[in-house]
């Protein structure tokens, strides 16, 4: 089992910069796929960006493709969503996960239907 705490979370202006990071404990992020997933008040679970656990294959939904990235530092056992050039689109709850899958876009779609591990979300809000 392995718990998951967001942190990085916070409020910023259209076009600046946040870094969140996924803190893992339990076992070693290098053994699952990890994710970003977010959800705005009144919408739907959207899906961010998910690395494999090689870390050499990532997944992005098209609208953060250039400006968010994922990484992971495996000595830490951390997750990182580097998010530039935010929009007010992007305000959300993000929420990191770890799903056990070798495919960054169909461990999104495990993420996404509640398989895996989760953690509480950090809370991101853009303003313009």
């Known amino acids: 089992q392995v718990q998951l705490v967001e942190s990085g979370g916070g409020s910023v202006q259209a076009g600046g910069s946040l870094r969140l990071s996924c803190a893992a404990s339990?076992?070693?992020?290098?053994?699952?796929?990890m994710g970003w997933f977010r959800q705005a008040p009144g919408k739907e679970r959207e899906g961010v960006a998910a690395i494999n656990d090689d870390g050499d294959s990532t997944y992005y939904t098209d609208s953060v493709k250039g400006r968010f990235t994922i990484y992971q530092d495996n000595a830490k056992n951390t997750l990182y969503l580097q998010m530039n050039s935010v929009k007010p689109e992007d305000t959300a709850m993000y929420y990191c996960?770890?799903?056990?899958?070798?495919?960054?876009?169909?461990?999104?779609?495990?993420?996404?239907?509640?398989?895996?591990?989760r953690g509480q979300g950090t809370q991101v809000t853009v303003s313009s």
């Open positions: 996960a770890a799903v056990s899958h070798p495919s960054p876009r169909a461990c999104m779609s495990s993420m996404l239907a509640g398989f895996g591990y």
């Open positions: 339990g076992r070693t992020i290098s053994r699952y796929c």
